[in-house]
């Protein structure tokens, strides 16, 4: 076959190709064209070949201003989903998806155990909850500082502090309020609410619309004793919901009610004020973020 009539077929056979992958070939495309005008001489290239050539030039102009476009369109995603949202609401409350203040707790206090527990499905709903991506905690920088000071007082007495539960996204809120108004779903009552039905939840508190969770210096955690290398038997179990939980619950045996104690005057030794209501809940008295609830998810990305 004539050399000019191989390079014709050859030339329209790339462009083709090109044409199936004009989104993603921008490369290609300079390549082919660079080709093609090394050897338009051994190839004789004529008028025909010439117009071919104009085509594949017309291609990579084109190609790139799709790239450029795509890339265009990625920045502004990025920028969108980079952009700091704060949200006033009526009882003077704030929503905010601002991480920067956040640390990985992993990071920030490394001798804590991790069993972050509605990451899993062992928790009061029975489900891995809205917003835990993965199984890390998150705190703000002057709460896991404390909490890190914590840490070493306990360690100094034979125990390691072993997290449940720290920051925790209103959508994770949002979640535990559907399930609470679900009369139907109690998968979990036995092991969490015995005693009370699932309709006084949300009535008595235990259920609430805002956590202080959510402001990024509350923490939920117990002791894990280094030499049984067990958890410390606290009289009851983590988000039991009952006079069981009372801090100041006495139907426990002493040493049940003096590990308590342990966590307890460890927690306040260092800024954490109790809740009342939970032996495992405490948060920092000069918390940073008092009126403001958060929302980014919890993953290791939110503060990177």
């Known amino acids: 076959m004539d050399k000019r009539i191989k390079g014709i077929l050859c030339v329209g056979l790339i462009?083709?190709?090109?044409?199936?992958?004009?989104?993603?070939?921008?490369?290609?495309?300079?390549?082919?064209s660079d080709v093609i005008q090394e050897n338009a001489e051994q190839i004789d290239?004529?008028?025909?070949?010439?117009?071919?050539?104009?085509?594949?030039?017309?291609?990579?102009e084109l190609a790139g201003e799709l790239t450029d476009g795509q890339e265009a369109e990625e920045v502004k995603d990025e920028d969108i989903a980079d952009e700091i949202i704060v949200e006033e609401l009526e009882d003077g409350r704030k929503l905010s998806n601002d991480s920067s203040d956040f640390v990985l707790l992993s990071e920030a206090v490394p001798d804590a155990i991790l069993e972050i527990r509605y990451y899993s499905t062992y928790n009061f709903v029975g489900d891995r909850i809205d917003g835990y991506e993965e199984p890390v905690a998150l705190l703000t920088k002057e709460a896991a500082k404390a909490l890190q000071e914590v840490s070493d007082e306990v360690m100094a007495k034979g125990?390691?502090?072993?997290?449940?539960?720290?920051y925790r996204p209103q959508m994770a809120v949002d979640n535990f309020m559907a399930w609470a108004l679900d009369a139907d779903d109690t998968r979990m009552k036995e092991y969490f609410y015995p005693e009370l039905d699932k309709t006084v939840l949300f009535p008595q508190g235990y259920i609430a619309e805002h956590s202080g969770h959510s402001r990024g210096s509350t923490v939920d955690l117990t002791l894990f004793d280094m030499e049984?290398?067990?958890?410390?038997?606290?009289?009851?179990?983590?988000?039991?919901?009952?006079?069981?939980?009372?801090?100041?619950?006495?139907?426990?045996t002493d040493e049940q009610y003096a590990n308590r104690m342990i966590l307890r005057e460890a927690m306040l030794n260092h800024g954490f004020k109790p809740l009342d209501e939970e032996w495992w809940h405490f948060t920092l008295k000069d918390e940073p973020f008092p009126d403001t609830y958060f929302t980014f998810p919890v993953n290791s990305e939110s503060v990177d």
């Open 15 to 32: 462009v083709s190709t090109m044409v199936a992958g004009a989104c993603n070939q921008t490369e290609d495309v300079n390549t082919v």
């Open 45 to 60: 290239v004529d008028e025909a070949m010439q117009n071919t050539l104009e085509h594949v030039d017309a291609f990579k």
């Open 159 to 166: 125990y390691r502090l072993k997290i449940y539960d720290a």
């Open 228 to 252: 049984t290398e067990k958890e410390v038997d606290m009289g009851g179990t983590f988000d039991y919901f009952g006079e069981l939980s009372h801090p100041d619950y006495t139907d426990i």
